[in-house]
């Protein structure tokens, strides 16, 4: 048998599909912005509530018991943006 070889993640790589991708920026404590999907010409494009979408996921997967929030999640926050995490659990 021949010798083992692992791979190596390589660092993430951008794609465009699109040269009119848009970005939608926003920061740790903001909520998720609602975005329109891009279809074919012609097509109507829906909104896209993505927040709404991972909502349902986390209460339908029960993650509140898979994933433990009391440690500080990889890549780390920042301790005053961990801090304001804890708070929300708190809350």
């Known amino acids: 048998m021949g010798a083992s070889h692992f791979c190596r993640p390589h660092p993430p790589t951008p794609v465009c599909f699109s040269c009119d991708a848009e970005l939608y920026p926003f920061k740790l404590r903001e909520p998720i912005p609602q975005f329109l999907l891009p279809l074919q ?3 109507e494009e829906p909104v896209v509530d993505l927040a709404g979408v991972l909502g349902q996921v986390y209460q339908e997967a029960a ?3 898979a994933i433990d929030y ?5 890549p780390t926050l920042r301790e005053r943006d961990f801090q304001w995490v ?3 659990r708190e809350a």
């Open 63 to 65: 993650l509140d018991f």
């Open 86 to 88: 804890q708070s929300l």
């Open 41 to 43: 010409s012609g097509d």
């Open 70 to 74: 009391s440690a500080q999640p990889v």
